[in-house]
C-alpha cells in the first residue's frame, strides 16, 4: 500500500523534475523531431512504398523494370510458393546458427564475467575487435582457410577424417558456421552484460542452499542472465535469416537463402513486386517471431 | 545574483501540502525554523521528512502552502534562485571535477571573484586541504561526506539542508562527523536543518527535533522535552522505548492525579498528562525503573508481583523482562553499579520509580505507533 | 591422474574459453599474416613474406577509392546519426511525453528488420522517386540504420546518470542551461563518443544495405565482395589489419585515459 503510493509518488516526482530540469513541455518533442522526421521519411515510407510495389504488375508492353499498381495479392502467393525452400532455409540455417553462437558465446562470456579477473577488459577488446576487421575479409578468410588450397582440408584428408571428394566450403556447414562466426560477438557481448550484473554471492547462496553446479546454473544464472540470452539471440537471428552473403561466399546453389532470391530479384531480374513481396514476407515473419519470443521470454523492456 | 544572498531570516512553512496522486506525503504542515538554529526533521520511512526538505530546496513544488524565508516568498522559486543548499543522501558529488571543481561550482556559478581563496576556506574547514586535486572517486565515504558538506557551505547560504548525511557511514565515523557537523554549525553560525530517520544523531546534533509522523508533525521541541514528556505514542516509542501501561484515573491529590494501573495505585504529575479523559496510557522509561526484591522498603511509584522473565547482560547496564501479574511484560534497564545484585530468571520482585517521571498518553491511542520501523533505504531513496 | 584431472575440472571454462578465442581470431590473424603474402593479385597461396603491401596499400587499383568512399560516407554517417540519436535518447531518457512507447517502438523497428529488407525498401523509394542510387543514398541510408544503434547507446548511459547530480547543479546557482553543459552533457559524453564508435564501425562494415544503395559507387567492403571471386588482392589485406590495430588502438587508449581519469 504504502509502497504503491511512493511508486507513485515516484513518476509525479520524476514528472515535476523534468519540468523544472528542462522548462518547456515542448522540449522533448524538439529533440525528437529531426530525428524522427529522418526514421519516418527514411524508414517508414520506404516500407510503405515496398508494400505498395509488393502488389503491383508489369505495364503490358512496357520496359523492363516499369510496374503499374494493380493490387495483385497473388504476388505473394506465386513469391512464397515459388521460394519456399528458400525461405525454410533461411529460418533453419538462423536458428541452427543462433544456437551454435548461444552455445559458444554462453561460456565465453560467463569465463570473461566471472574468471577473467585484471583480464576482462582485455578479453572484451578481443571479443569485438574481429568486428573491426571487415566481416567480408573475415568470410572470405574462413573460405580459404577451409578451402582447397588451405592447409585443413588436406590435414583432415590425411587423417581420413573426412573421404577425399569431401569439401568443407559450398556446403549447409559452412554457411551455417559462417554465420555462426559473424554474429558471434554480437551474442557475447549483451550475455557478458547481463552477466557481469549478477552478484556472485547469490551463486555462492544457491550453493550453500544444496543447489549443485548444474541446478545452480538453471535455477539461478540462467534466469539471471534472461535479458542477456534473449537479447543475444534476437542480434544473431534477425540478421542471419536476413544474410545472404555467408551463403554467397561460403555456400552453393544448394544453400541460397532468402536474401539471395531477394537480392537477384533486384538486381539480376528486375523483378521488384517479387522482390518486395519477399521482402515484406520476410520482414512480417521475423516481427511475429519477435514479438513471440520476447513474449515468451517475458522480458518487455529490450529498448 | 546579489539580492539573493541578501534574503535571510527565519524559514517559514504555512500550511504545505504535498500530495501524489491519492496519497498525501506531506499533510497541512506549519512550521518555523529560528535563523541560526540547528534543526532537525525526525521521522520513519515515508513519513514525509525528505518531501518536506526537498520543497525547500525548491526540488519539488507544493500542493498548497507557501514557503517563506525572512519575508520573502519562495513557494515557486527555482533551485538556483534560493539561497538554500543541500547536502545530497549519497552526497551527489560530480564524479567528472575534482574536488577544487566540485566546491567551485555554485561560486563559480554565482560570479564569485575569490573563488580560490573560498575554497581553500572550505576545504581547511573540513580538514581536508591536501585532496583538491582528487576526484570524488578516490575519496572514502566519510571525505566524500566532508566535501559534500564544504561544497554547499562555501556558498554562505541563508540555509543548509542535510538529507540523512551521515547515512551511508559506519557507526563510529558517524559519532565522529555528529559531533564534528554541530562543530561547523556553530563556527559557520548558519541555520542548519537536518532530515534523519536516525533519533540519536537528532538528538544529539539539533536544539530543535520536530517529530514527524505520516506527513504531520507529532510533536516538537527539544531533545530533552521529547524524551522526558512525550505528547504521543508514537514519539514515546520512536525516540528510545517506553513503558506504556493501560489505567484510568481514579482521583486527584493536589498536583497529582491517583492513577489505577490494573488495581494498583500510582501518582502522576498533573503537567505531565496529555490525556483528555479519565483513560490514560501510563507511561514510563526503561531506565527510570528500579527492581527490587520483595522484602526492599521503597519510595515513589511502586508495582507489585513481577516476575523475572529474561535477563541480558550488556556491559553499562543490564537489561530485564518483568512479567507483571495483568500479563504485561515490562522492560527494564538496571545499570551495573552493584548496588543491587543481579536478579535471576523467576525471581518475584517489585518495580518502583520516582512518581515525577510518569507521563500520561490519551487512552485511545496505538500504545505499539512508533515501534517498528521498515528499512530505510527503500522507500526514502527517491529514484 | 586424479590431479590432472581436477585440474582440468577446474580450469574446463578456461579451455574452453581459450578455443573459442581461437575460433574467433583464427581469420583475423589468417587476415593479418596474408597482407604479407607476397602474392600479386590473387593472394591465395603463401608465396612468400613481403613488406610491398604494406609500403604500397594503394597499389592495387580501386582499393584506395574503395577506402576513401567508405571513410567518407562513415564519417557523415556518424555526424548525422550521432546527433540525431543523442536528441532522441535525451527526450526518451529524461523526459515523459505522450507518444514514448511509439518512439520507442519506432527505434526499435529498424533493428529487428533485417538488412536486406531496409535496403531494398530504400531502394525502391528512390526508384520511385527517381533518385539515382550512389554517395548521398548511401549516406542516408546509413544514418536511418546507426540512429537506432545510437539512441539504445546513449539512452543507457542517460539512464545510469544518477539525477540528483543535476539536482545538486541546480541547488549549487546552476541554472537549467549551465546544468546540462557542466553536469549532464560531460557525464553523458563517454556514452555519445562510444555510440559514434560504434556508428561508424557499423557503417565502416556495412555491404548489404550499401550494395542496394550505393549504385555504382564502390566502398570497402563493396570492393572486398566483388573481387572475391578472382581473389582479393593483399592490399585489402592491409586495409583491413590496419583498422583492426586502429581499432585496438582506440579501444586500448580509451581504456587507458579512461583509468588515468580515474586515478588523477
Known sequence: MLKQAWKSSQKRSSKT??????????????????????????????????????????????????????LRWKNYIDAFVENKEQFGRSFLYAALATIFALTIAYPLAYAIAFKAGKMKNVLLVLVVAPFFTSFLLRTIAWKQILGEQGFVVPFLRNLHIIAPSTTLTSSAFA???????????????????????????????????????????????????????????????????????????????????????????????????????????????????????IRKAGTEELV | MAEKTSIHGDLRLSNITKSYGDFTAVNDLSLTIPEGSFFALLGPSGCGKTTTLRMVAGLEEPTRGTISLGNTDITFTKPYQRPINTVFQNYALFPHLTIFENIAFGLRRRGIKDVKEQVDKALELVELSHLAGR?????????????????????????????????????????????????????????FVHVTHDQEEAMTMADTIAVMNEGEIEQLGSPADLYDNPKTAFVANFLGQSNLIKGTISGNDGDNHIVDLFGQKISLAKNRSHAVDNSIYAGIRPEKFRISRLSTPTSGNLLSGG??????????????????????????????????????????????????????????????AGMEVEPEEIIEDDE | MRKVSRWFQRNLIRIYAVVAFTYLLIPVAYTIAFSFNNGGKSNLIWKGFTLDNWMN???????????????????????????????IAFAIGRHKFRGRSTTNLLIFLPMATPEIVLGASLLSLFLTLKINPGFWPTVIAHVMFCISFVV???????????????????????????????????????????????????????????????GTMTTFPKFVYVSAARGIPPQANVIGSSMFIIALVIVILGQVVGRKRAVK
Open chain 1, 17 to 70: 523534475m523534468s519540468k523544472s530540469g528542462i522548462s518547456s513541455p515542448r522540449t522533448p518533442y524538439l529533440l525528437l523531431l529531426p530525428g524522427m522526421g529522418f526514421l519516418f521519411t527514411f524508414f517508414i515510407w520506404p516500407i510503405a512504398n515496398l508494400a505498395q510495389t509488393s502488389t503491383q504488375t508489369p505495364v503490358a508492353g512496357g520496359d523492363t523494370g516499369s510496374y503499374e499498381q494493380t
Open chain 1, 175 to 293: 554457411v551455417v558456421a559462417g554465420m555462426t562466426y559473424n554474429f558471434l560477438p554480437f551474442m557475447t557481448l549483451p550475455l557478458y552484460a547481463s552477466i557481469d550484473r549478477i552478484d556472485p554471492r547469490t551463486l555462492e547462496a544457491s550453493g550453500d542452499l544444496y543447489a549443485n553446479g548444474f541446478t545452480t546454473f538453471r535455477k539461478v544464472t540462467l534466469p539471471l542472465s534472461m535479458p542477456g540470452v534473449v537479447a543475444g539471440t534476437l542480434l544473431t537471428f534477425i540478421p542471419a535469416a536476413g544474410d545472404y552473403v555467408n551463403a554467397a561466399i561460403l555456400g552453393s546453389p544448394e544453400t541460397k537463402m532468402i536474401g539471395n532470391v531477394i537480392e537477384s530479384r533486384f538486381f539480376k531480374i528486375v523483378d521488384y513486386p517479387t522482390a518486395a513481396a519477399l521482402s515484406f514476407t520476410l520482414m512480417a515473419t521475423i516481427l511475429i517471431l519477435v514479438t513471440v519470443y
Open chain 2, 135 to 191: 576526484k570524488p572517486t578516490q575519496l572514502s565515504g566519510g571525505q566524500q561526506q566532508r566535501i559534500a558538506l564544504a561544497r554547499a557551505i562555501v556558498n554562505r547560504p541563508a540555509l543548509l539542508l542535510l538529507d540523512e548525511p551521515l547515512g551511508a557511514l559506519d557507526l563510529k565515523l558517524r559519532r565522529q562527523m555528529q559531533i564534528e557537523l554541530k562543530w561547523i554549525q556553530k563556527e559557520v553560525g548558519l541555520t
Open chain 2, 307 to 368: 516476575k523475572i522473565e529474561d535477563v541480558s547482560y550488556i556491559g553499562v547496564s543490564t537489561q530485564y523482562q518483568v512479567l507483571m501479574p495483568w500479563g504485561q511484560e515490562l522492560m527494564v534497564f538496571e545499570q551495573n553499579d552493584d548496588a543491587v545484585a543481579p536478579f535471576s530468571v523467576g525471581e518475584d520482585v517489585n518495580i518502583s520509580w520516582e512518581s515525577g517521571f510518569t507521563f500520561a498518553l490519551r487512552g485511545d491511542e496505538d500504545a505499539e
Open chain 3, 57 to 87: 596499400p594503394c597499389g592495387a587499383p580501386e582499393v584506395c577509392t574503395a577506402l576513401g568512399n567508405s571513410i567518407k560516407i562513415g564519417f557523415l554517417a556518424t555526424l548525422f546519426s550521432t546527433i540525431l540519436g543523442t536528441m
Open chain 3, 152 to 214: 539504445v547507446t546513449v539512452k543507457a548511459r542517460i539512464a545510469s546518470l544518477d539525477p540528483r547530480l543535476e539536482q545538486a547543479a541546480m541547488d549549487l546557482y546552476a541554472n537549467e542551461v549551465e546544468t546540462f553543459r557542466r553536469v549532464t552533457l560531460p557525464l553523458v559524453a563517454p556514452g555519445i563518443a562510444g555510440a559514434a564508435l560504434l556508428a561508424f564501425s557499423l557503417s565502416f562494415d556495412d555491404f548489404i544495405i550499401t550494395n542496394f544503395n550505393s
